[in-house]
């Protein structure tokens, strides 16, 4: 027997008449407790980043700037390319929907690395440390789907498919809310326990390299249960989604930045013999 729910407003209170959605809110939480949690991890005695204030602030700026404008223009040139080539206003419409995860991950890439080089800093320590943070960010998003119908499960008859009164009486996967536990929660406590437990973090671009690999393989899965998006549908007759595609590419860049991350400690062990 299926969930009935009765759906929820994007709008999750509105100003002076203007409306704050939830999938704003969800971005908002996502980078002020990211700010709180790098500065916590910041300031632990074997943390090996060390910014003041302002360069922590500078940051943050290019991290959201990295995840709002590659996170559109990759929605743009991955999923949607024909319709905003001929509506070109569009792309600047962020408030009609539309972002993508690895758009968003290769701009805050891009933004890191010239914030690095402008301050002298070591890059894939940073990605390191915003890797472990990361998950906070994908968790809120994933439940602002939710709440706004978004990329929705497949059909399904398991007991716990859920129906969103007025919209149709066919239950489908809450699949938000499987990305939500596991590129979120489950992916969280992964890279928390890897920085925190063990000595990865002594390797830059270790953990950024586990969480590409993470991420890519929880989506994988993930997306078995999403339906593809209407105006791609599946790649391949057997079901391949643009999402795994992007996702599959993701995976083999993490094993890659694991293998250089491995082999550069350990260029540095012999050169210290």
Not at 43 to 63: F, M, N, P, W, Y
Not at 73 to 98: D, K, T
Request: a positive charge; proline letters at 4%; glycine letters at 10%.
């Amino acid at each position: 027997m299926a969930i009935y729910i009765d759906p929820i407003s994007p709008v999750a209170f509105s100003i002076f008449g203007l409306d704050i959605r939830w999938y704003a809110l969800a971005y908002v939480a996502a980078f002020i407790i990211g700010y709180f949690a790098f500065r916590h991890l910041m300031g632990r005695k074997d943390s090996e980043i060390c910014l003041s204030k302002k360069q922590l602030d500078d940051l943050l700026t290019a991290v959201i700037l990295g995840v709002i404008l590659g996170g559109r223009l990759g929605y743009v040139l991955f999923y949607n390319l024909p319709f905003f080539l001929a509506h070109p206003l569009e792309i600047f419409a962020v408030w009609h929907g539309g972002m993508s995860f690895h758009g968003g991950l290769l701009g805050v890439i891009l933004a890191t690395f010239l914030f690095a080089k402008k301050e002298k800093q070591n890059a894939l320590k940073i990605l390191d440390t915003l890797a472990v943070i990361a998950p906070i960010g994908l968790f809120f998003g994933r439940i602002a789907n939710f709440i706004n119908m978004e990329v929705m499960g497949r059909v399904t008859d398991v007991p716990w498919g859920v129906i969103f009164a007025g919209y149709g009486n066919v239950p489908r996967h809450p699949s938000p809310l499987y990305e939500a536990a596991t590129e979120g929660l489950l992916l969280f406590i992964i890279m928390y326990v890897l920085y925190k437990y063990t000595r990865v973090k002594s390797k830059p671009g270790f953990l950024a390299g586990i969480l590409g690999v993470s991420y890519a393989t929880f989506r994988i899965i993930c997306e078995q249960f999403r339906a593809p998006d209407i105006q791609i549908g599946f790649l391949t007759s057997w079901g391949l989604t643009m999402g795994q595609l992007l996702s599959g590419v993701m995976f083999l860049c993490g094993v890659g930045l694991i293998i250089y991350s491995n082999l550069k400690k350990q260029n540095k062990s012999l050169a210290k013999m």
